[in-house]
Structures are given as structure tokens and as C-alpha cells.
């Protein structure tokens, strides 16, 4: 099993934020995390990048505690995209790039190769050398998004990778992460997407997990209606809205 966590709950302050979650994902496939706004979801990850501290539980990766990695080696295994990641002044997205990559200790060949191929998966080849301060909003997450596909660690951990995104982007970088067959676990709100491309999908609600499963089997109009309040269905992909509830 590529990540286990079990029984994972997170406090900030007196708050709890997630109670009592338990998830698997195996080598290879792709789970998602769903739910409204302030279900926990992007908390539950920050524990998986060391952003957040579990109050109770375990997490695993490839049968061992992630507390027994050292900073290095979970550096090198998991690769994270998250919401606010920092632009750093007076960087280019061709130096974004090689910070990520900084921590695999390539020759320069390799490091450069790695580097332009990913920037050219997210379209951003003719914009390499220039200042990353100049980037659309979607530029920018492109940017983070080669920086992590240049690295390609063996977790992807993905909080709203299609934030920003068009369209094209949207399916051209999530459908390359499920070609490298890595494991991933992500959360979305467009839940067409969590159709197109999860293995399994966990539904969060104020801090637990209270479905999980196929996709289909877990986004029925039931569900969209408790806990999304909005009328809808999916017929196969395809998701039909009526309105909110």
C-alpha cells in the first residue's frame, strides 16, 4: 500500500478540523478528496506535506510511519501542489523548476532535461526565462504544476490542481500525471473531473469521511443534494444540474 492513513484527526486550536479519518490508496492509483468548503479535505493533506500536525492517528507510506522518514527522504517520495505556494522574487519559471529538481542530485544534462520538458507539458516554454512575477494566475499553477512533474515523485499530493486552469490545462496536465501511473491523492471541487480521472473518491463533511468508493457509486443525486445542496445527477461523466437546494 502506497499511503495508509488510519484513524487521523487534526486540531487547530480547540478546533477539530478532521476527526477520525481512515483512507488507503494503493500503488497506482488515483483517490480523491471531496466536499463543500471547509469539509477538512485540504487539512487532512497538509499532514501529508508536514503543513499541519495530526492530534491522533497514523500515516503511512510504503509500510512505514512518515515520521521515520527524514525531511530528505519524504522530500524525495512525496511531491505536493498546494494552494498558496509562494512566488519568490526574481525568479523565473525555468528557476522554479530547478529548485524542485534540487533535491534529486541529477547531472546538469538531466536536471536541464527534466526542466524543459515539463515546462513544455505546461505550455510554458516561450515564458521560461522570463520573470514568474509576469504569469497569469494560470501561468503560475502551470509553473508549480511542471515543477512537480519534473520531479515525479512517487506520491503526488494535488490540493485543487486545476485551480486557475483552462480547460485545455486541466485535462493535458491531470491526464499526463494518470499516463506516469504514480499514486495520487487529490482534492477537487469539479466533480466531473473526480469522475474522469479517481480510482476511489472520499467524501468529507464538517472534518470525516462519511463515503467512500467508485465514483459513481458515491456521487448520486442523494448525496449532491445533502451534501453539495444542489439538484444534480451524472449521467456516465456527464453531470446535470437543476439548481441548488
Given at each position: 500500500m502506497a499511503l495508509r492513513?488510519?484513524?487521523?484527526?487534526?486540531?487547530?486550536?480547540?478546533?477539530?478540523?478532521?476527526?477520525?479519518?481512515?483512507?488507503?490508496?494503493?500503488?497506482?492509483?488515483?483517490?480523491?478528496?471531496?466536499?463543500?468548503?471547509?469539509?477538512?479535505?485540504?487539512?487532512?493533506?497538509?499532514?501529508?506535506?508536514?503543513?499541519?500536525?495530526?492530534?491522533?492517528?497514523?500515516?503511512?507510506?510504503?509500510?512505514?510511519?512518515?515520521?521515520?522518514?527524514?525531511?530528505y527522504e519524504w522530500a524525495k517520495r512525496v511531491g505536493a501542489l498546494v494552494q498558496s505556494s509562494g512566488l519568490l522574487a526574481g525568479l523565473t519559471p525555468q528557476d522554479i523548476v530547478e529548485i524542485g529538481l534540487s533535491i534529486l542530485e541529477l547531472d546538469k544534462s538531466e536536471l536541464i532535461d527534466r526542466r524543459d520538458d515539463a515546462l513544455a507539458l505546461a505550455g510554458l516554454t516561450d515564458k521560461a526565462t522570463q520573470p514568474a512575477s509576469n504569469l497569469s494566475g494560470g501561468e503560475l499553477q502551470r509553473c508549480y504544476f511542471a515543477q512537480l512533474l519534473a520531479c515525479d515523485p512517487e506520491i503526488y499530493i494535488l490540493d485543487e490542481p486545476t485551480n486557475h486552469l483552462d480547460l485545455h490545462y486541466q485535462l493535458v496536465l491531470l491526464d499526463e500525471v494518470k499516463r506516469r501511473g504514480r499514486t495520487v491523492l487529490m482534492t477537487l471541487h469539479d466533480l466531473s473531473l473526480a469522475m474522469r480521472y479517481c480510482n476511489t473518491v472520499y467524501l468529507m463533511s464538517q472534518g470525516q469521511i462519511v463515503g467512500r468508493g467508485a465514483p459513481q457509486h458515491v456521487l448520486t443525486r442523494e448525496i449532491l443534494m445533502q451534501y453539495y445542496q444542489v439538484d444534480g445527477q451524472f449521467h456516465g461523466a456527464a453531470l446535470t444540474l437543476q439548481g441548488p437546494v
Amino acid at each position: 500500500m502506497a499511503l495508509r492513513i488510519q484513524d487521523l484527526s487534526v486540531n487547530i486550536g480547540k478546533t477539530p478540523y478532521v476527526q477520525g479519518a481512515s483512507l488507503s490508496v494503493p500503488t497506482g492509483q488515483i483517490h480523491g478528496l471531496l466536499g463543500p468548503n471547509g469539509a477538512g479535505k485540504t487539512t487532512l493533506l497538509r499532514t501529508l506535506y508536514h503543513a499541519a500536525t495530526a492530534s491522533t492517528g497514523t500515516i503511512h507510506a510504503f509500510d512505514r510511519a512518515i515520521t521515520d522518514y527524514s525531511p530528505y527522504e519524504w522530500a524525495k517520495r512525496v511531491g505536493a501542489l498546494v494552494q498558496s505556494s509562494g512566488l519568490l522574487a526574481g525568479l523565473t519559471p525555468q528557476d522554479i523548476v530547478e529548485i524542485g529538481l534540487s533535491i534529486l542530485e541529477l547531472d546538469k544534462s538531466e536536471l536541464i532535461d527534466r526542466r524543459d520538458d515539463a515546462l513544455a507539458l505546461a505550455g510554458l516554454t516561450d515564458k521560461a526565462t522570463q520573470p514568474a512575477s509576469n504569469l497569469s494566475g494560470g501561468e503560475l499553477q502551470r509553473c508549480y504544476f511542471a515543477q512537480l512533474l519534473a520531479c515525479d515523485p512517487e506520491i503526488y499530493i494535488l490540493d485543487e490542481p486545476t485551480n486557475h486552469l483552462d480547460l485545455h490545462y486541466q485535462l493535458v496536465l491531470l491526464d499526463e500525471v494518470k499516463r506516469r501511473g504514480r499514486t495520487v491523492l487529490m482534492t477537487l471541487h469539479d466533480l466531473s473531473l473526480a469522475m474522469r480521472y479517481c480510482n476511489t473518491v472520499y467524501l468529507m463533511s464538517q472534518g470525516q469521511i462519511v463515503g467512500r468508493g467508485a465514483p459513481q457509486h458515491v456521487l448520486t443525486r442523494e448525496i449532491l443534494m445533502q451534501y453539495y445542496q444542489v439538484d444534480g445527477q451524472f449521467h456516465g461523466a456527464a453531470l446535470t444540474l437543476q439548481g441548488p437546494v
